[in-house]
């Protein structure tokens, strides 16, 4: 820190100046914290609408957050102006808009470009092909691969979709959700596949899951891999996972060490995206 001499003229000149300094901090001050302010309530504003896929109008708004409706006029034009909302037009509704999806996909790529190191580590401790997935609506869609080692090795293609049920990572990220919702995920994908699933059977499973932070898929996906996952979410609380699919001939030979690996590397993927795992 320097210290900088000025030159007054008389006392009073140096007074002036101190109260010029003060109400200048003092404006700074407030400033600053009615910035922060107006920040919260359009995360609320945001968080609101996200909650509600069908949009809100701003009376609605205006009752679920307690904010004005003045204020939430305001706050959610600039949001618009931004295309962070967006509204229909004819009914008022407001919902989430094209700058959020933006914001979305740069942090999809960047948990890909952040966990990138980890596969690579995850198949040179183990000799195995490791795999980054994400969880859609309609199942596990793969964002990037680190290949095997081995000549015999489990590949899968970016962009490929698995199904939740039936999948090591599908399972992994299974668990982290709420029973009500499991439910009705589980019910519209054997809808969709036309499986008749036991789904006492599969809560039990994803309880041990939550237990052991394990998730296992022994033959079911495609007969002769086999698979070890672990889930987490993202930054927008987006359920992922990281797994190790296996040829089933040696899976129970290596078992152990994947999970090792696995365990080990949960801790720091939770650190990563900064959230718990």
Known sequence: MRL????????????????VVTQVSEFSRKNSKTGIQVIARA??????????????????????????????????????????????????????????????DQARQDIVRY????????????????????????????????????????VSAVGEVFNLTTSANGKACLALLPKAQVKRVLEREWARTRHKGDLDAMLRELADIQSSGLAYDIDEHNEGVSAIGIAFRDWAGTPHAISIPVPSPRFFSVREEVEAALSSISQRVSKIVGIDS
């Open 4 to 19: 900088i001499g000025v030159r007054f003229a008389n006392s009073n000149s140096y007074l002036d100046s101190i109260k």
């Open 43 to 104: 995360c609320d504003i945001l968080n609101t609408i996200g909650a509600h896929p069908d949009g809100k109008s701003l009376a609605e708004l205006a009752c679920l957050t307690g904010l004005p409706r003045s204020t939430v006029q305001r706050i959610t034009g600039a949001l618009q102006q931004e295309g962070f909302l967006t509204s229909d037009g004819y009914a008022g509704q407001l919902r989430i808009g094209p700058g959020v999806m933006h914001l979305a």
């Open 115 to 154: 966990l990138r190191p980890l596969l690579l580590e995850l198949t040179e401790r183990t000799g195995e092909t490791t795999d980054l997935s994400v969880m859609r609506r309609e199942g596990m869609v793969f964002l990037d691969q680190s290949v095997g080692l081995h000549r015999l090795r489990a």
